[in-house]
């Protein structure tokens, strides 16, 4: 599972609000949607890591929700 988890906390850490996202382009929509858990493109990750000055490892991160291999 994707979670933007990390996302959140770099926002806290740095003080960014979302309406500071929404200030700089970032769509309110999208940004409703990932606080829902809902996928986002590459795109949208590139955006935030872009706005945030940040690596992708502070915007998602990736939990195993299981153990057993995929295949």
């Not at 599972?1 to 996302?7: G, H």
């Not at 949208?44 to 195993?64: H, V």
Request: proline content about 6%; charged content about 20%.
């Amino acid at each position: 599972m994707i979670s933007y988890a990390p996302l959140f906390k770099t926002m806290a850490d740095n003080n960014i609000s979302s309406y500071a996202l929404f200030k700089q382009g970032f769509p309110k929509a999208t940004y409703h949607s990932i606080r829902q858990g809902n996928s986002v493109s590459t795109n949208t990750i590139n955006m935030l890591c872009k706005i945030l000055k940040c690596p992708i490892s502070d915007i998602i991160e990736y939990i195993d929700e299981d153990n057993e291999p995929l295949l």
